[in-house]
């Protein structure tokens, strides 16, 4: 089923006016994006933290603007995921609402750090994915530039 830009395509974000499925696959170039997604209950610092880390390897940190426009022709969490090279999220506390988004990274063949401060109880969704653990800001960096290093020695 081919849609063109007037249909409307159903997004778990709400209604948006294109064809996501067509934008996915010809719409975005792979840049030196890196899609950051917090928790909100990640330690204070660490947000600054890796924001450094993702730029100095020469990368430049994005997340999802939340819009209430319906008339935007692309999900606000959607396409910063579709743009991105590599994601980094960091899932302390209960964050079963980011399973969407961490499926899409899946989906689409982007490498995803998942990242967790040590000690918090596991929700069941987190039990069963490839979580790393730190117990401070200062190990969340270099467990993040380890990853990094890791992953741009590959391209």
């Known amino acids: 089923l081919a849609l063109d830009s007037n249909d409307t395509v159903l997004c778990p974000h709400g209604d948006f006016l294109c064809d996501q499925t067509h934008s ?11 899609y950051l997604q917090m928790s909100p209950e990640s330690p204070s610092g660490l947000a600054e933290q890796i924001h450094q880390s993702i730029t100095s390897f020469g990368y430049i940190p994005q997340r999802h603007v939340p819009t209430e426009d319906k008339l935007v022709a692309h999900c606000a969490y959607c396409q910063p995921i579709q743009m991105s090279r590599y994601a980094i999220i960091d899932l302390t506390g209960a964050v079963f609402d980011l399973m969407y988004e961490i499926g899409l990274l899946h989906a689409l063949g982007i490498p995803v750090l998942l990242i967790r401060a040590a000690g918090k109880p596991l929700d069941k969704f987190q039990s069963n994915l490839n979580v790393v653990e730190y117990t401070s800001v200062e190990v969340a960096r270099k467990i993040i530039d380890k990853w990094l290093k890791s992953v741009t020695i590959l391209e």
């Open 24 to 34: 996915i696959l010809t719409g975005y170039s792979k840049g030196n994006l890196v």
